[in-house]
Structures are given as C-alpha cells and as structure tokens.
C-alpha cells in the first residue's frame, strides 16, 4: 500500500467521522423532544440516548487517536521508506497502547457529550416554565427581543444556522464564522477576542466552544413559523 492510499483512507474515515457527529446531533433532538413532552429528568428514553451519546464520542475519541497515530506513523515511514512493510504493525502496536490509556471519564468533557446535557437542561427548564403559565405578558416581549438578538452572529450579523456556545462568556455565534477566525487568528500568532462588543474574553478557543442544540431549535422554529406566515 502506497503512502497516498493511506491518506485516502484517512480522508474517507474523516468523513464518516463527520457523519458520526450528526447522528449524535440527531440523537440530542430526539432526546429535547422527550425532555419537552415529559418534563422528567430521570425519563429512561434519555438515559438510553445519553447512552448512545457516550457510545459515539468514544468512538469518536478513538478514530481522532487512529488518525494521528497513522499520520505519526507514516511520517516517521516517508524518511525510512522500508519502514513501510511495518506500517500496520506499527499502527496496530501504538493504537492499542494508547487507547488503552485513556479513561472514560473523559468522556463527559466531549464536545458533543457536553452538549447533550445542556440541550436536555435547557429543554427542561423550557418545559418547567411552559407549564407554569406565569409570565407577563412584557417580560414575553423582553424575552422575544432578547432571543431575536441572539440569534445574530455577531461576525455575519446574519442569523445563526449552528449556533456555537462559549463556556466562558456565554456569547453564541455561528460555527463557520467562529472557528474561521479562530485559524485566521492561530495563522497570525495572535489570540482570538470574543467578537460581541464589551466582552472581556481576549482568547476564545476551540475547547471552549459547545453546539447550542436549544439555540438552533429556536432558529428552526422561527423559520417556520415566518414562511407560515
């Protein structure tokens, strides 16, 4: 096997990667329907999903730690081509020992994982406070404005179609707009200040940013709702 079909079956398994994190997506919504229908945070259909969840960013984690031991791997084999019989040995031997060391704990602090749980406390809450029925109708038109507001990137000024959450300042944008600054900055050696105006956060990064699966909900609905009207 060539050095270059290796990459190109690097590159396929990225892309079920891909594919892997929207079926974790699609799980999270499935399990916000249940959250908003019943109101029960202990619901076994959400612990099921949750479940799944942790299934998929361990497999997850795993093609992460296969990709770059082979990208390891072969660049050590392109200065010592003959190294190359040994590749999947090699590959075999490295992969093993260092899965084998990370622990699933860790996998509470995945992108997704963390995700998952934020959608179902906030559709919780959301549920709580429908039933409730105690709002005013000003505090319905402050949180209607306020809601409207965020939904605009402040990079795109344009609304959010995958709103990305900071852990740190709390502020929304949308994932493409973000992350492209965030390599721009990383190109310029230079750190990457939240964008919202008046924030003090002087270096978002990456790990710090989580998808708002509630956030796109509400952008979706109130697509909707407008092409209904």
């Known amino acids: ?21 929207t079926g974790m997506d699609i799980v999270t919504d499935v399990a916000m329907d ?7 945070e202990m619901n ?8 799944m969840i942790l299934e998929c960013a361990k497999l997850d984690r795993e093609i992460n730690y296969f990709v770059g031991v082979v990208q390891k791997v072969t660049e050590d084999t392109a200065q010592q081509p003959e190294a190359m019989f ?4 090699k590959v075999k031997e490295q992969f093993t020992e260092g899965i084998a060391r ?22 919780l809450n959301q549920a709580n406070q429908e039933s409730a029925q105690n709002t005013e109708e ?11 507001v965020n939904y605009i990137c402040p990079l795109t000024q344009e609304e959010m179609v995958n709103p990305m959450k900071n852990k740190k300042c ?7 707009a973000i992350l492209g600054l965030i390599k721009t900055k990383q190109s310029q050696k230079k ?29 979706q609905s109130q697509k909707r709702n407008s092409n209904r009207t």
């Open 44 to 51: 076994p259909g959400i612990k099921e999903m949750e479940a």
């Open 34 to 40: 249940l959250a908003e229908a019943q109101d029960e």
């Open 191 to 219: 750190k990457c200040r939240c964008p919202v105006v008046g924030c003090g956060n002087t270096d978002v990064k990456q790990s710090d940013l989580i998808p708002d699966q509630m956030l796109r909900r509400k952008i």
């Open 1 to 21: 096997m060539s050095l270059s079909a290796v990459h190109g079956t690097l590159s396929s398994l990225k892309s079920c990667q891909a594919d892997l994190g």
């Open 86 to 89: 040994s590749l999947s040995a």
């Open 170 to 176: 709390n502020h929304h944008y949308d994932e493409g």
């Open 102 to 123: 990370l622990s699933d704990a860790d996998l509470q602090n995945h992108q997704k994982v963390v995700a998952f749980k934020e959608s179902i406390k906030s559709a």
């Open 138 to 148: 000003l505090d319905e038109d402050i949180a209607v404005t306020q809601s409207q």
